[in-house]
């Protein structure tokens, strides 16, 4: 039997996050290895498993995957998660990085200070509300589909549902002019390796607190 991927990253979200939901949604056991000391992530830059100095790493069939995208392209193409073809690959990169780069403002709050976080938290709700669940709401309108690319459980659908649980965290009331993008949140919440993930006792992290931020701090010396 193959080795279960490990994951080498902080107690935390972050960018690992994202990885976690896509090995969760195609029903992948994983392991993970927490990094809490600074020597722990010298060690694995000192043995070369850190491409670019950087985590999230991921070890998994004989390889050290690190930069999140291309260990998130390769679990969506191994996992059948990625589209039939080119023309669906390039739907669900582009839904992808749009839901990434709504995320990412998102998992950069905690290290702001208290008036940076208060202007960012504002930020994020009129660009989720005024630009990102704008668009998937007229995409679901559009094609009338359960999922967002060629009717079929993707990568993209992963991604905009943990979007959408991670802005709901700041506002629970977000989707109230989202019927659609409601539904859809319903809809892949029931798919059965999605609604194990987000059951209590699951591998899914905690919102961040201060906490992660002052370990991750002190591990990467920022």
Request: aromatic fraction near 10%; charged fraction near 40%; glycine fraction near 10%.
């Given at each position: 039997m193959a080795a279960k991927p490990k994951l080498y990253y902080f107690r935390g979200r972050g960018r690992m996050e994202s990885i976690r939901w896509l090995l969760a949604?195609?029903?992948v056991e994983f392991e993970?290895?927490?990094l809490e000391k600074r020597e722990q992530y010298e060690k694995l830059d000192k043995d070369g498993r850190l491409l670019f100095g950087q985590v999230p790493l991921v070890e998994m069939?004989?390889?050290m995957l690190t930069q999140t995208r291309a260990i998130l392209?390769?679990?969506a193409a191994k996992y059948n998660l990625y589209g039939k073809d080119l023309k669906e690959r390039v739907r669900i990169d582009m839904y992808v990085d749009g839901t990434l780069d709504l995320m990412m403002m998102i998992v950069l709050t905690p290290f702001k200070s208290p008036e940076?976080?208060?202007?960012s938290l504002a930020l994020i709700m009129k660009k989720a509300k005024n630009r990102y669940f704008t668009v998937f709401e007229k995409i679901l309108k559009d094609h009338g589909q359960d999922f967002l690319v060629g009717n079929k459980f993707s990568w993209a659908d992963v991604q905009l549902l943990e979007a959408i649980l991670m802005v709901e965290e700041l506002n629970a009331s977000v989707l109230s002019d989202f019927p659609l993008l409601k539904a859809f949140k319903t809809r892949i919440s029931n798919i059965?390796?999605?609604k194990k993930f987000l059951q209590p006792g699951s591998?899914?992290?905690p919102p961040p607190d201060q906490h992660y931020a002052d370990v991750v701090r002190h591990v990467l010396q920022f």
């Open positions: 949604a195609a029903g993970e290895e927490f069939d004989g390889m392209n390769y679990l940076e976080k208060e202007e059965p390796t999605i591998q899914r992290k």
